[in-house]
């Protein structure tokens, strides 16, 4: 029997379900590039770059190794341009008796596979994705019938079934199962924070930067230098570095930011984790043992796990039970345009100029710019659902819809009225102020509540808290603000409506195209 194996660009693993028990004599990789993918949102430069790169590393990797591969560049002249189209033509060449393929990431994806049965003239045998600790259907029996949806008991129902961070009495280690309140110091003064590992393109990721310059020149983002890992060999060397040089002041100052220093303590493994060239089982394990070795905090090695099997697998699952609903979620009936600063960074709102800054030249910027900075504006401003979801796809080299699309329509939005959040994570200028340095030089006074000098941010909070009150008091966590309002008098409340008013009508609207292509465009 002859099978056919396609692996997708996040599917980079050499112990992927469908090559495990696969038999190299009589199996086929299929790899393909293909337009239809890199630009249903026009995605970052950098991140279409890593992927094709790492994918054209890993089927070097997979020809060394013995497989047969059959590979389709994105300027093969016969290109078909999608994932079912050149799955078709493979399927002409080798005549395979059956398509065994690891589900996909995302359900647009997954719908197309789900048709291939009806396509093809063979069997098509689909995989779970066994990378992830938790399938769909566990995650769907753990959520069946519970009224909240709550990230830190589904993360402790992980720890229990990996045993990371418990004792042999099946308690956590240290006695708690969450140190996120350890986790959230302003990084101040001189501390030396280690750099991580840049890796200069060799021959293959070059050719890979001219076709990206050449094809996608009009997406967002700068394209060199481009440092990314893009072999296991090298996302290994990252990791080998984050545990020996950045781990123990991962956990403290992980909320952290500081103007014009784009990785601080953070791993930056995420885009290998979620392109396949690392495990993340794998990754949690090297933790532990900086931890039980003395090497690592307990507060650090639990915040790097938790962020993996905790939230990691838990908007994964989440993703999947709510697919594809969730794409179409507006619960606070948002919708202001997202506004272009989003793509040039051209604001006096230092936090955010800087946020997008990083995230033009890095396709990268850490979770708590995501959330309480760029995620926060949104939020606060009413911007569009959709125009956010594509935003941050676009951008952010580890954004795939199964990780991004929770995070932003729940964690960032609200917009699926709480299923994720039980409250929407709205905050004034204070708390940015409070985790970062970028008030101190910015034009605008984060003291200042209203008025031309204030920060957009104070205003814009009450404006947001006014206009959604109906849907927000009765929020347990949320209601006591409105005492608050209330207590601020009338012409008090005026003066914050009319400042956050006056700064939105100001608001440049992104220009077409930025985000998807327009008609036409190819």
């Known amino acids: 029997m002859t099978t056919l194996i396609p692996i997708l660009g996040d599917q980079l693993s050499h112990n992927l379900a469908s090559l495990r028990a696969a038999d190299k004599a009589s199996s086929i990789i299929l790899m393909m590039e293909v337009w239809e993918e890199a630009t249903y949102v026009k995605h970052h430069k950098q991140k279409i770059a890593l992927i094709f790169s790492a994918m054209r590393h890993f089927a070097d990797e997979l020809r060394a190794d013995g497989w047969q591969v059959d590979y389709t560049k994105l300027d093969d002249a016969e290109n078909a341009g999608s994932f079912s189209g050149e799955v078709a033509r493979a399927v002409e060449r080798h005549s395979p008796d059956v398509i065994r393929v690891v589900e996909a990431g995302e359900w647009r994806v997954q719908q197309k596979i789900e048709e291939w049965p009806d396509k093809f003239p063979c069997d098509v045998d689909v995989l779970s994705d066994d990378r992830f600790l938790a399938t769909q259907r566990e995650f769907a029996d753990w959520a069946e019938g519970r009224k909240a949806l709550t990230m830190e008991h589904f993360y402790r129902e992980m720890r229990k079934k990996t045993g990371l961070l418990m004792e042999p009495d099946q308690k956590p280690a240290g006695g708690k199962w969450n140190y996120d309140a350890d986790n959230r110091e302003k990084l101040e003064g001189a501390l030396f924070v ?281 929020n347990h966590r949320i209601g006591r603000i409105y005492a608050t309002w209330d207590r601020m008098g009338e012409e008090k409340q005026a003066e914050y409506i009319a400042s956050a008013d006056k700064f939105l009508d100001s608001l440049e609207p992104a220009r077409e195209g930025w985000a998807r292509a327009i008609e036409g465009e190819n």
């Open 194 to 474: 280690p750099p991580r590992p840049r890796f200069e393109p060799d021959t293959i990721t070059s050719e890979v930067l001219k076709l990206v310059e050449a094809r996608f020149g009009t997406h967002f983002g700068a394209l060199t230098p481009f440092e990314w890992p893009v072999t296991r060999e090298e996302a290994l060397k990252a990791a080998d570095a984050f545990f020996a040089e950045r781990i123990e002041n991962f956990g403290p100052y992980q909320d952290a930011m500081v103007f014009g220093s784009d990785d601080l303590y953070h791993s930056m493994l995420s885009t290998s984790i979620n392109i396949g060239l690392l495990d993340p089982l794998e990754l949690c394990e090297r933790a532990e043992v900086a931890y039980r070795e003395g090497r690592a905090p307990l507060n650090s090695v639990e915040g790097f796990i938790r962020q993996i099997i905790g939230w990691r697998e838990y908007v994964r699952g989440f993703y999947w039970y709510f697919a594809p609903g969730l794409a179409e979620a507006n619960e606070l009936e948002a919708t202001r345009a997202l506004p272009d600063f989003f793509w040039t960074g051209e604001t006096d709102m230092r936090c955010l100029s800087d946020c997008v800054r990083s995230t033009k030249e890095n396709a990268h910027a850490h979770h708590i710019q995501r959330l309480m900075v760029l995620g926060n504006f949104c939020l606060l401003a009413g911007i569009n659902p959709r125009d956010v979801q594509d935003w941050y796809l676009a951008v952010y080299a580890d954004a795939f819809e199964w990780v991004e699309l929770p995070n932003v329509a729940g964690m960032i939005l609200y917009a699926d009225g709480g299923k994720l959040a039980t409250k929407p994570i709205a905050a004034s200028g204070n708390y940015i102020n409070k985790m970062s340095d970028y008030c101190g030089d910015c034009r605008y006074k984060v003291a200042k509540k209203t008025g031309e000098d204030a920060c957009p941010f104070n205003a814009l909070y009450w404006h947001f808290m006014d206009r959604h009150r109906e849907r927000l008091k009765s």
